[in-house]
């Protein structure tokens, strides 16, 4: 992929002179976009019910259930291996810190400044897609998440969700920066193979070197398409590294093709021109109103 540079600042805006129109004018062009300082009134009570989510899934541990994916305790934590240094056998990737869970997590998902910003992207009307999303990169080695597209994971039939991650705490090139492809979100679906942290790009296709590091402090917020090529590194810090995401889309969008590994992928693909959006697919109005569509 050629494209010119990109640096940090011409993704970057402050929550607290906010130009939305330029905002989102950020988000077409590059299909990423940060806007610092936008979620810190959230972060003290958002912090805590991660911490209280991380000891609970940590104490259910012993009863986790073993799936493709890895490893899930009943609060819904992801677990995958660990390396071998860290005194068990599993680390935490998704942890069950939800909008079932959390109400401060819930509330910030309807944070008008944040709104207000994808108003300008989707339109009027705006859904959330899913329950919310912690991912917790434990301390001293905490997982990966390969270069990738939520494209692979979940493909829509129209533009897809606005995906909006949040670091909870400060987070650098040593703790798991969020690493973006500037503009790949013009390139379609790409072909995906399964890695460590489940279905990935093709590392000898896409390698760090060719994304931009987008380092940040606790409260600042990145919005990536859907299609944009994204990833993270292991924490080599001595703290853990939470995120918190939400997503959102038109009401009138819908997953047409939903996938964890390669292979159930590629079986998915072969249904998606049948796929239509069922009353299950529809999640919570943010903004704007859902006419009736009929069944």
Not at 41 to 54: F, G, K, M, T, W
Not at 186 to 202: N, P, Y
Request: aromatic fraction near 8%; proline fraction near 6%; hydrophobic fraction near 40%.
């Amino acid at each position: 992929m050629s494209t010119p540079t990109i640096t940090v600042q011409d993704l970057e805006v402050f929550a607290d002179r906010l130009d939305t129109g330029r905002a989102a004018a950020i988000y077409r062009e590059h299909g990423a976009l940060i806007v610092r300082g936008l979620m810190k009134p959230y972060l003290a009570d958002i912090r805590r019910d991660i911490e209280a989510s991380v000891a609970q899934a940590l104490a259910l541990l012993p009863q986790a259930q073993q799936v493709r994916e890895g490893w899930n305790t009943p609060d819904g934590t992801l677990f995958l291996p660990a390396p071998a240094h860290f005194g068990r056998a599993q680390q935490i990737m998704v942890l069950g810190c939800r909008y079932d869970t959390s109400a401060a997590f819930f509330r910030s998902a309807f944070e008008p400044k944040l709104v207000d910003i994808l108003a300008g992207i989707i339109g009027p009307d705006i859904e959330l897609f899913m329950n919310g999303q912690c991912l917790y990169k434990e301390p001293v080695g905490g997982h990966p998440k390969h270069l990738h597209q939520d494209s692979a994971y979940f493909e829509h039939r129209f533009e897809g969700p606005v995906g909006v991650l949040n670091y909870a705490v400060d987070t650098d090139l040593v703790n798991g920066a969020l690493h973006v492809v500037p503009g790949s979100h013009r390139l379609g679906q790409l072909r995906h193979v399964d890695t460590f942290s489940h279905l990935g790009l093709d590392p000898a296709e896409w390698t760090w070197e060719q994304a931009l590091p987008l380092c940040g402090e606790a409260g600042d917020s990145i919005f990536f398409h859907v299609r944009c090529i994204h990833g993270s590194k292991e924490n080599h810090s001595n703290g853990p590294r939470p995120v918190f995401i939400h997503r959102y889309r038109r009401p009138d969008d819908y997953v047409v093709v939903n996938a964890t590994t390669a292979d159930n992928r590629a079986v998915a693909e072969k249904h998606a021109a049948a796929a239509k959006k069922e009353n299950a697919q529809r999640g919570l109005m943010v903004r704007g109103f859902r006419p009736y569509a009929g069944s």
